[in-house]
């Protein structure tokens, strides 16, 4: 299997790889929002309509939220830089770039299905704007970790000693990502937040 996503990687590039991988993810997500709806959809509107009508009686525990937001994001962060130092680093990368596109299909299916089409714009407002953060992070972080696994296993045989050299050249750009990954976990704690609050409490008076 890892010669055959390297192959797929050389013939249709790295970019076009994930955006197909991301794309199916999408439509095996809507597909099983749509499937499954009666399983899900009548409590989801039970929690959705409490928490809208208790929403501006919440006090957010910044702190907690944050520890919340950087543990999942580092959790992801760890799991592609550690898959790609692994000789099947590829067909990991692939199946989570997969998976975040059935995250993305079955949540914004959800929320349509709920709301209709206004349900579009409460789930943009819970991914705005640390999503304007976390896209180019996301997508250097994709490219970058294809190029270790590919300089690791795939560009011929390197000692021990020249698999550590390569993963150090990768230090810095991982480092900025960190970085950047964490502004996002910023945005989204105090920014994000206050959005949701204000998108939510709008819908509940429509």
């Avoid at 709806?37 to 928490?51: G, V």
């Avoid at 009508?53 to 006090?59: A, E, G, P, Y």
């Avoid at 900025?176 to 976990?185: A, D, E, N, Q, R």
Wanted: overall charge positive.
């Amino acid at each position: 299997m890892k010669s055959t996503m390297n192959m797929l990687k050389n013939r249709l590039g790295i970019y076009r790889l994930a955006a197909i991988l991301l794309l199916i993810g999408i439509v095996l997500g809507t597909i099983a929002a749509n499937i499954f709806q009666k399983f899900y959809l009548n409590d989801l509107e039970t929690i959705n309509r409490y928490f809208g009508t208790n929403v501006n009686l919440i006090n957010i525990d910044y702190g907690s939220l944050m520890k919340y937001i950087i543990i999942r994001h580092l959790k992801e962060f760890a799991m592609v830089w550690i898959s790609c130092c692994m000789v099947f680093g590829m067909p990991l990368l692939s199946l989570l770039i997969t998976y975040k596109g059935i995250c993305i299909g079955f949540t914004l299916s959800s929320s349509i299905l709920c709301y209709g089409f206004k349900g579009v714009t409460l789930y943009f407002a819970y991914i705005f704007p640390q999503c304007i953060i976390y896209i180019p992070v996301y997508i250097l972080m994709v490219k970058k970790g294809y190029e270790l696994c590919e300089s690791l296993y795939f560009s011929g045989k390197i000692s021990f000693k020249g698999k550590k050299n390569v993963v150090r050249e990768y230090l810095p750009i991982l480092l900025i990502l960190l970085l950047f990954l964490g502004i996002g976990c910023i945005v989204e704690t105090y920014i994000n937040s206050a959005l949701v609050r204000n998108i939510v409490g709008w819908f509940m008076k429509q």
